[in-house]
């Protein structure tokens, strides 16, 4: 059983950094395209990036692109998305998952393994 364990969420100001971490257990996390979700209650869930298998490939949506920053440690098992320049519309809870699919231009909304999440909030 492939288990996914986010952390790095928290409180941070405007115009500050956080670091998300997804630790994965029960599989290399090199056989699996990672993705990043966040949802903010009573709003759809948003694909905002992902990296392929082969790490590859890179996908951003507008909302993060040249902001965030995904990565994945294959030694480590554990991948990261690096998040500049905070706004407080990125305040949400952020999910990883292992994503169906990851190409330049899209990523897959569904995923086998989901984390728990973990709450990131951006204000002053």
């Known amino acids: 059983q492939v288990q996914l364990v986010e952390s790095g969420g928290g409180l941070v100001q405007p115009g500050g950094s956080l670091r998300l971490s997804c630790d994965v257990s029960?599989?290399?996390?090199?056989?699996?395209?990672i993705g990043w979700f966040r949802q903010v209650p009573g709003q759809e869930r948003e694909g905002i990036s992902c990296?392929?298998?082969?790490?590859?490939?890179?996908f951003y949506a507008d909302s993060g692109k040249g902001r965030f920053t995904i990565s994945v440690d294959n030694a480590a098992n554990t991948a990261f998305l690096q998040m500049d320049g905070l706004q407080p519309e990125d305040t949400a809870v952020y999910y990883c998952a292992t994503v169906h699919f990851c190409l330049p231009m899209k990523m897959a909304p569904s995923a086998d393994y989901w984390g728990q999440g973990t709450q990131v909030t951006v204000s002053s």
């Open positions: 029960g599989d290399r996390v090199d056989f699996y395209h």
């Open positions: 990296i392929s298998s082969s790490r590859r490939v890179t």
